[in-house]
């Protein structure tokens, strides 16, 4: 293995074939994570596609991206909720079209309880919408990724 400098993290997953469609990953000495296809593709549907595995993390580097930088900015929030729409040409994966065979479109929802100001919100999402790695990496590979950010008021 190469020697990193200290600032550099190396993430590690080991896949194994459970059936053609079906494959258990390990990721550090967590529980096993399952990726599998709908009967439609050839799968039995016992867990999530790899692609969907990407609006997984999407929500998830959503929810821990915020909190980080609220605190730091000190925002106060009480509920982050993430909705993600993803459309996927299947006749790129079938090969009977030549259209990418991710992601063409992303649509990103988060609906926030907060009664801070719309500028700071603002400020927020401009910090989210740098330091999320998993939104930069949809965002750069997804031309038609549309982010939408709605405020709920907090009830006092």
């Keep these: 293995m190469p020697n990193y400098p200290e600032y550099v993290t190396v993430d590690t997953a080991h896949g194994v074939m459970q059936t053609h469609a079906l494959t258990r990953v390990q990721v550090r000495d967590l529980s096993p994570v399952f990726v599998d296809e709908p009967p439609s593709r050839g799968g039995e549907d016992r867990a ?38 993803a ?16 992601y063409r479109a ?3 929802t988060i609906l926030i309880t907060t009664n801070e100001s719309d500028a700071r919100l603002a400020r927020l999402q401009a910090l989210v919408d740098k330091y999320c790695p998993v ?3 949809v965002k750069a590979a997804v031309a038609n990724y549309v982010v939408e950010w709605q405020k709920v008021d907090s009830v006092e």
Excluded: N, W, Y
């Design 48 to 85: 999530p596609t790899p692609m969907e595995h990407i609006l997984i993390g999407l929500c998830g580097c959503t929810t821990v991206t915020t909190s980080r930088l609220a605190k730091k900015i000190r925002f106060q929030f009480d509920h982050l909720e993430s909705f993600v729409e």
């Design 87 to 102: 459309e996927l040409d299947q006749r790129g994966l079938s090969g009977t079209a030549d259209v990418d065979v991710h």
């Design 106 to 108: 992303v649509r990103l």
């Design 135 to 137: 939104h930069s990496f």
